[in-house]
């Protein structure tokens, strides 16, 4: 699992496997909670997960 800052976003990127942690209300809320603790004012979850190398997938190859 990995959160990436985007100014007041916490985007979320998990493995297969930690999609099914989000299903819990009372996990997401404490999630949710400690982020906007840390400053946060949304929190996503990235639906295509965690890949490596995926920062690169706005670059544009000249």
Do not use: P, W
């Amino acid at each position: 699992m990995r959160v990436r800052s985007h100014n007041n976003v916490a985007r979320i990127k998990t493995d297969e496997n930690g999609f099914d942690i989000f299903n819990n209300k009372i996990i997401r809320e404490e999630i949710y909670n400690k982020s906007r603790d840390l400053g946060f004012i949304y929190v996503s979850i990235d639906i295509l997960g965690y890949r490596t190398g995926n920062m690169n997938e706005t670059i544009k190859s000249s």
